[in-house]
């Protein structure tokens, strides 16, 4: 028992560190953005990278406090959410040395480890049913395809400035600080198929998992959202590679689909039975 609490001591002291670092991150992230100062940049990095390391060794005292993988009720699921998306945004900046993302990154992580805070519960709240290996898997699926969205949907806002400043001939900090267009496509379409992979998971899963405990789950509100959204991503790589659409029309697709994920995240536990 005395354990336990030991552990959830420092579950909660890492969460804050690590809220601390990503808080640093930002602002770093803003600054080297701005000045294009190398070693901002790089601190931003490591800021970002400490920040996961401690969200790691939050996650593993949860998990020896409660004996299971932490990926039950809302405050480990948000938290698994920033996780995600941290350690994707960072083998993206690592493979395409675009730092810019993580001012839109790490807003978003805050978001999900502010909400996670604001859930926050006990262990000795929550029962044992993570102990099922598909809920496990649907909720870990689902991180990762939230944090491929989310990249997806960063990228196409930098796209529709950068193309709107073209537009207006106008070549300022804020352009010169930008990758190219073609860039921005390309990532924004990785970032969509990769997301679009573990959406499928997710929903696949999902529906086993609620075929299981309801007779009506396909009229639930987070169902029919996450199947709208699926869709929509699907006529992305579709319109993508067999219409070979590219620039503002796939970008605004994009971001569209990124506003179903947010209502899913934000509003969808006040509205599911499967919450």
Do not use: C
């Not at 604001?118 to 990762?144: C, D, F, G, Q």
Request: zero cysteines; aromatic letters at 18%; proline letters at 2%.
């Amino acid at each position: 028992m005395v354990w336990a609490y030991m552990n959830e001591k420092i579950v909660i002291i890492f969460f804050w560190l690590a809220f601390l670092m990503y808080s640093g991150a930002f602002v770093l992230y803003g600054y080297h953005f701005v000045s294009k100062k190398a070693a901002m940049g790089t601190l931003a990095t490591l800021a970002t990278a400490a920040g996961l390391l401690f969200q790691t060794i939050s996650l593993i005292a949860r998990w020896q406090s409660t004996g299971r993988i932490p990926l039950q009720g809302a405050f480990e699921s948000y938290f698994m959410f920033a996780f995600a998306i941290v350690a994707v945004y960072l083998i993206t900046e690592r493979s395409t040395k675009i730092k810019v993302l993580g001012a839109w990154a790490m807003p978003l992580v805050l978001t999900f480890l502010g909400i996670a805070w604001y859930k926050y519960e006990s262990p000795a709240r929550l029962s044992n049913i993570v102990k099922n290996s598909l809920i496990v898997m649907h909720v870990t699926v689902v991180s990762l395809a939230y944090a491929g969205f989310s990249l997806a949907a960063g990228l196409a806002v930098l796209y529709m400035v950068q193309k709107r400043q073209l537009k207006k001939h106008k070549v300022n900090l804020f352009f010169r600080r930008l990758p190219s267009l073609e860039v921005l496509d390309e990532l924004s379409n990785k970032a969509v198929a990769f997301g679009l992979v573990f959406m499928t998971m997710t929903i696949i899963t999902g529906i086993i998992q609620a075929m299981k405990k309801y007779t009506y789950w396909y009229l639930d509100p987070v169902v029919i959202t996450s199947l709208i959204a699926w869709i929509i991503y699907s006529f992305y790589v579709t319109a993508r590679y067999s219409w070979q659409w590219r620039g503002s029309k796939i970008a605004y697709l994009a971001l569209i689909g990124f506003a179903i994920i947010l209502l899913i995240a934000f509003i969808g536990p006040y509205l599911s039975r499967f919450a």
